[in-house]
């Protein structure tokens, strides 16, 4: 699938027949299980998060596939429309130092069996999708038991009361956009007293672009303080009756015309002793935007998962799974090629791979030292930069490849890598 950068069956299979049957084969075996591939995902996240200090960023994505009413192929319905698909949860792992992508640690993919109809204040977490937000950090204390710390960071949807009462733990941390208007233990509302904690500070911040909006700066006002939030009615009754938490919010007092102000309301689990380690929280929720870049290395500028045309939602589910596995690789390359983390080669490679790209490489390097590789020696910057040379990149500073740049590159390189892997067998 990273090879011919798509997840079509058919295209990955090179257009062979027998190719195609046999994907169809491994995709429809009973052995091949949704939940082992989905423990897969982790396989060098283990190892790669040792003494680090990871930011695990989860959110979801709807994939929405093409479907007509008397072709459903098994899938349920998704979002507000007509829309017929799958679900991926999925958690990424960042360096918080350095940015770089650790990979995947955890998640789910699922197909909505019907229309619930007892209603959500009265089903038990156990019965509810948003059960994915606890269930997915919990996974996270184990996958990334070798790091220094953790800090799950997720956007409204993944503040639940149950997350907040029970996944927090010594070096694991939570940190969450607000979702509603919650209860404090002394009757006030936590709005109201957000907006009595004192503004401690102005900062102007870039915000990277988005498909909602461009990049821009903002200049931001902080205040923080800490709260006490109640358990709701509707939670469970096993669950402590309040939990301490911080509230951070940050507010842009002038907004460009025509643009909504930005308004962020974090809580979270870390102490937050002071100014600076309020904007570093901040620092941190912001990185959450890197998971959207993973959704659409999967869908829109990457694998194009939801052209795929298998016939159930069986295959569909572990089509799904596989893609998030894929993708990471390309995510992984565009975040090394600043060269920031050090990361090995070996995150995204392996030896052959590696030994192929170096030779690979002397070929690409130009006279003057701008064209030539500037990363260390088999680091993951090094094989990002080969990447991106074989995609059609110069290789000059002035400009950045992008994710198409090194989906082309990868296509190429792994081409090269199968059929020089058939020439040794020969």
Not at 240 to 246: F, R
Request: with cysteine; glycine share 8%; proline share 4%.
């Amino acid at each position: 699938m990273v090879a011919r950068s798509t997840s079509c069956v058919k295209r990955a299979a090179g257009g062979d027949r027998a190719g195609t049957v046999r994907y169809g084969r491994f995709l429809s075996n009973e052995k091949v299980t949704l939940p082992a591939l989905i423990q897969g995902w982790s396989e060098q996240t283990r190892s790669a998060a040792g003494g680090r200090h990871v930011l695990a960023i989860q959110d979801t994505s709807e994939i929405n596939f093409k479907t007509r009413p008397e072709r459903r192929r098994g899938l349920g319905e998704i979002g507000k429309g007509s829309g017929r698909g799958v679900l991926l949860h999925a958690m990424l792992a960042l360096d918080a130092e350095s940015d770089a992508c650790l990979g995947l640690v955890a998640g789910e993919v699922w197909t909505r069996a019907g229309r619930v109809t007892v209603s959500h204040a009265k089903r038990p977490l156990e019965e509810k999708e948003s059960k994915r937000w606890v269930m997915t950090a919990e996974c996270a204390k184990e996958v990334l038991a070798a790091a220094a710390s953790v800090t799950v960071i997720d956007d409204r949807e993944g503040d639940i009361y149950p997350k907040w009462a029970g996944v927090a733990a010594q070096n694991f941390d939570l940190l969450s956009r607000v979702m509603h208007d919650r209860a404090l233990t002394d009757g006030s509302g936590l709005y109201a007293a957000g907006a009595a904690f004192p503004v401690v500070d102005k900062r102007r911040v870039d915000l990277i672009a988005r498909f909602d909006r461009p990049a821009r700066q903002a200049e931001l006002s902080l205040r923080f303080g800490r709260v006490t939030i109640r358990r709701p009615e509707t939670a469970a009754r096993s669950l402590p009756q309040s939990v301490d938490l911080n509230l951070i919010e940050v507010i842009e007092d002038k907004a460009p015309a025509g643009v909504e102000p930005l308004h962020w309301r974090l809580l979270t689990t870390h102490e937050v002793a002071d100014v600076a380690s309020a904007w570093r929280i901040v620092d941190w929720y912001k990185r959450r935007w890197t998971i959207e870049q993973l959704f659409r290395l999967i869908k829109t500028q990457g694998l194009q998962l939801e052209d795929s045309r298998l016939e159930t939602a069986d295959r569909l589910l572990k089509l799904t799974a596989i893609a998030a596995k894929a993708a990471v690789i390309t995510l992984q390359l565009v975040q090394a090629r600043e060269g920031k983390g050090g990361e090995p080669a070996s995150l995204a490679f392996n030896q052959k791979q590696i030994d192929l790209l170096a030779a690979l490489g002397a070929q690409y390097e130009g006279r003057t030292k701008l064209q030539s590789n500037p990363h260390p020696d088999r680091s993951l910057a090094w094989a990002a930069w080969i990447i991106a040379r074989l995609g059609s990149w110069d290789g000059y500073p002035r400009t950045k490849p992008g994710p198409i740049t090194f989906r082309r590159g990868l296509e190429y390189f792994l081409g090269i890598a199968q059929a020089f892997a058939a020439l040794r067998d020969v």
